[in-house]
């Protein structure tokens, strides 16, 4: 998932899958459009069915991540994606004015059937409805009835805000670091020139626990823990060494977006300061317990916790 808030050929035809994630020679039933009545103006989030619907899937695309970017998913992909399991939805006004979509696919993974969500986006004017979460629910209750028990999708480390979404609200965590996943050509107004590093997040949907913290407020003791990132007097990040700490914090920027406007080398410096912080503790065995929201005093940071 590449998120805006957002997350990130032809097809023949094919049978679906059934929920023992077989081919089976009838479509399952699929559920009807879903209104949202705790959302504003009559909100529903539903699968995108016409051309229409498709061609502003792509559209919005565009609006997200730039009219160059290169990973965008044509109308006929998120059309063939639900043949085979797929999610390609969306969530519409009431004058059918698409606010958001999400789009996924199904597979195999080490033998198990899973889903990745490659891409969800929400339009800025209807940033703070939830449609975020909302989207990320109609998934998984689309997939659930497949038979998936875990999704994956990508984020930014850097990016705070989908850290806070993911782990504090969904529940998801990191379970991977990827460098530079998608290169650092993909045309997007959101990347620039930036190696697009990646956390692979793991949202298993079997899982009926609340995350603990949805506040994402800090704990009592976590000034004590050390820091395996830190800014210097001039303004640069840095990784850090913690050796035998046994929970360590790998701070992030407050906005990601603010410190590229700053500056690209600022915003590389704190690309690789990340990344060195994350891929040492994870080779390590270390996993992401926490996230802890920045303040205008304070960054936020992600708590990892080193294995038992």
């Not at 979404?165 to 670091?177: C, R, S, V």
């Not at 009926?208 to 800014?231: F, H, I, K």
Request: aromatic share 8%.
């Amino acid at each position: 998932m590449r998120a805006c808030f957002a997350e990130k050929g032809v097809c023949r035809k094919v049978a679906p899958i059934d929920i023992a994630g077989t081919l089976t020679s009838q479509a399952p039933a699929r559920p009807p459009a879903r209104i949202m009545p705790t959302l504003p103006a009559d909100i529903t989030i539903r699968d995108l069915a016409t051309q229409a619907d498709y061609d502003a899937c792509v559209a919005l695309q565009d609006d997200t991540w730039g009219h160059g970017f290169s990973e965008r998913v044509p109308a006929a992909i998120l059309r063939c994606a639900q043949k085979v399991g797929g999610v390609s939805a969306g969530a519409f006004d009431r004058n059918g004015r698409l606010l958001g979509f999400v789009f996924g696919m199904t597979g195999i993974r080490d033998g198990v059937l899973v889903h990745w969500s490659d891409m969800l986006a929400v339009r800025p004017e209807a940033q703070g409805l939830q449609l975020g979460m909302q989207l990320k629910q109609f998934q998984r209750d689309a997939v659930g009835r497949l038979g998936v028990r875990t999704m994956f999708w990508t984020a930014d480390p850097l990016v705070a805000r989908n850290a806070h979404f993911n782990i504090n609200h969904l529940g998801a965590f990191p379970a991977e670091y990827v460098e530079n996943m998608y290169g650092e050509q993909t045309g997007s107004v959101l990347h620039g020139s930036m190696p697009t590093d990646r956390v692979v997040y793991r949202w298993r949907l079997d899982d009926d626990a609340s995350p603990g913290n949805r506040s994402g407020g800090a704990l009592p003791d976590d000034e004590q823990l050390p820091a395996a990132t830190t800014v210097l007097a001039d303004g640069t990040p840095v990784a850090l060494p913690t050796r035998d700490a046994s929970e360590v914090r790998i701070h992030v920027p407050n906005d990601l977006s603010q410190t590229q406007a700053q500056g690209m080398d600022r915003a590389r410096a704190w690309r690789l300061a990340v990344r060195s912080a994350f891929t040492q503790r994870l080779a390590q065995g270390f996993i992401v317990t926490r996230f802890v929201r920045g303040r205008s005093d304070a960054l936020p940071y992600y708590v990892l916790a080193a294995p038992r």
